[in-house]
T-cell receptor, first 114, second 113 residues
Framework: DTEVTQTPKHLVMGMTNKKSLKCEQH?????MYWYKQKAKKPPELMFV???????INESVPSRFSPECPNSSLLNLHLHALQPEDSALYLC?????????????FGPGTRLTVL | AQKITQTQPGMFVQEKEAVTLDCTYD???????LFWYKQPSSGEMIFLIY??????QNATEGRYSLNFQKARKSANLVISASQLGDSAMYFC??????????FGKGTKLSVKP
């Protein structure tokens, strides 16, 4: 199984809502990533989990809260988002460590904040 | 710090012809890897090809090949025999210090029938 799954595919939420994005992989990968991608821009790193520990936080606002319940799952909890947070949110996984193995991406969640 | 530069915002190619997408990079690391990803309008990032800095030969994967010129710090993607399904955004990337990918701005490829 070389697939990364993400749910939901689409999400529309108001600025006062609380929602969660989910990501799952069963490739035994030990590193998982959240990227944010605005239209016509490259993906930008938000969070990295390595061996289930948060190892980098690219100064992301606290209204985004990541969680890694186990090595196969990655969540992104959303609260009090702003319209400018509307974007494609991509999850990825890789073997981790110093290997140069490719990252496998999920199909993404298209988020619209009203 | 690593940096990826893609200078072609958009490219057109006739179906069945070959096309080269440019990528230059900058890094002070002696060991590094370069990746190319394809992103169709559906949004998913699809891995295409990888080149390691110490690889002796240019990488190839089916219709994709990588023209790696280390001295020039370039890693251009060559797509042979273009197909309509090749129309997409193409991103060149390299690994950052935390294992994340650092992407260029991308090139939008349009294949004409």
């Amino acid at each position: 199984d070389t697939e990364v799954t993400q749910t939901p595919k689409h999400l529309v939420m108001g600025m006062t809502n609380k929602k969660s994005l989910k990501c799952e992989q069963h490739m035994g990968h030990r590193a998982m990533y959240w990227y944010k991608q605005k239209a016509k821009k490259p993906p930008e790193l938000m969070f990295v989990y390595s061996y289930e520990k948060l190892s980098i936080n690219e100064s992301v606002p606290s209204r985004f809260s990541p969680e890694c319940p186990n090595s196969s799952l990655l969540n992104l909890h959303l609260h009090a988002l702003q319209p400018e947070d509307s974007a494609l949110y991509l999850c990825a996984s890789s073997q981790g460590g110093n290997s140069y193995n490719e990252q496998f991406f999920g199909p993404g969640t298209r988020l619209t904040v009203l | 710090a690593q940096k990826i530069t893609q200078t072609q915002p958009g490219m057109f190619v006739q179906e069945k012809e070959a096309v080269t997408l440019d990528c230059t990079y900058d890094t002070s690391d002696p060991s590094y890897g370069l990746f190319w990803y394809k992103q169709p309008s559906s949004g998913e990032m699809i891995f295409l090809i990888y080149q390691g800095s110490y690889d002796q030969q240019n990488a190839t994967e089916g219709r994709y090949s990588l023209n790696f010129q280390k001295a020039r710090k370039s890693a251009n993607l060559v797509i042979s025999a273009s197909q309509l399904g090749d129309s997409a955004m193409y991103f060149c990337a390299m690994k950052g210090s935390q294992g994340n990918l650092i992407f260029g701005k991308g090139t939008k490829l349009s294949v004409k029938p």
